[in-house]
């Protein structure tokens, strides 16, 4: 029985599959679903847990090389949200694009973890290094 570390079972599986330059979905409550991405639901309550959670949850044990976002999350969130998530992102290097280009790189990632998040466009496309 795992007592520390990711305790989610769909969560575990799908993290040891990710690959070098794999990518991985953390998204908020509002994203769309797309059929052939494996999707792990997690949402509990709003906020419950929030992308930022499942970030630092999986930041020990995972690699990230990249992440993406929307540009949109800039516009739309107070600067304390958005230095809130460049604190968590630390030397990581982040790349804000387009929302409709964001979702186009969607089909491509191994898996989706769907959190309770209700920050707007709070979405990130992590690429392992």
């Excluded at 979905?25 to 991405?37: C, K, T, Y």
């Excluded at 949850?57 to 090389?65: E, H, L, R, S, V």
């Excluded at 089909?107 to 989706?112: D, E, I, K, T, Y």
């Amino acid at each position: 029985m795992l007592k520390t570390g990711i305790l989610n079972p769909g969560i575990n599986s799908l993290l040891s599959r990710v690959r070098h330059t794999n990518m991985l979905v953390i998204a908020d409550r509002g994203f769309p679903f797309w059929s052939g991405v494996e999707t792990v639901d997690i949402s509990l309550v709003d906020d419950i847990p929030s992308v930022l959670q499942v970030l630092n949850a999986i930041m020990p044990n995972f690699n990230i090389g990249q992440i993406y976002m929307a540009e949109e999350f800039l516009a739309e969130n107070t600067p304390e949200v958005c230095d809130s998530f460049a604190r968590a992102f630390g030397e990581t290097p982040i790349e804000f694009e387009p929302h409709v280009d964001f979702k186009k790189r969607v089909p491509a990632a191994v898996g989706l973890i769907r959190t309770a998040d209700t920050i707007q466009y709070a979405n990130m496309i992590l690429v392992s290094a």
